[in-house]
């Protein structure tokens, strides 16, 4: 069984990438099943920046194989914000409050001016600074209220149009098979076996 630690405190993400990586038999530990966790600053200005500052901080930290995940929510209507900032658009890292706010800054945009893409970056690395790196996108557009109780962050406020239903209105699985995050893990598979048994 391959075990790696992903660079991640965040129950959604790391829920997401245990169902997306339990049939390939690795496990997943995550940043909530270790001590001692370093301090990590996300301060980087693009979601590849602040993935590789988890994955060096957290490498570092245990000498271990490490993933990291860097994620967020680009507006049109907000010229691409929130952006990297998505995770503390509120002030903290508070789901509601960034939800609320992204429905008051969008009060007066239109049902067709509320397109919106989800953005992730997935780095590997290894402590000897092997690196590995893959990207997912999705767009879809942001409704006037929530909708739905399962996933996290904005996905209640992310409507999927193939699918007739916003993110968390969708079980992990079917959101693996779409989603931004999804879409860079079937990438970041296509590279994982060389860079894990190098
Ligand atoms: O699939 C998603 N569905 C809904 N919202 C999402 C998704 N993916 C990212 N997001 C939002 C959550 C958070 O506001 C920001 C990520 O910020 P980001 O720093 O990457 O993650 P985080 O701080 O929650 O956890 P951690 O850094 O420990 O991995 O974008
Ligand atoms: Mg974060």
Known sequence: MTKLIFASKNKGKIHEFREFLSPFGVEVISLNDLDNVP?????????????????KIIAAAYQLPV?????????DALNG??????????GDHDDLANNKKLL?????????N????????????????EKIEA???VTGSILFKGQGTDGFGYDPLF????LHRSFAELTATEKNNISHRGNALRKFMTLFKDWWED
């Open 39 to 55: 301090e990590i600053d996300e301060n980087g200005l693009t979601f590849s920046d602040n993935a590789t500052i988890k994955a």
């Open 67 to 75: 993933v990291a995940d860097d994620s967020g929510l680009s507006v």
């Open 81 to 90: 914000a929130p952006g990297v900032h998505s995770a503390r658009y509120a």
């Open 104 to 112: 008051t800054e969008l009060a007066n945009v239109e049902k067709e």
């Open 114 to 129: 509320r397109t919106a893409t989800f953005h992730t970056v997935i780095v590997g690395l290894k402590p000897t600074g």
């Open 135 to 137: 990207d997912g996108a």
């Open 159 to 162: 409507y999927y149009e193939p």
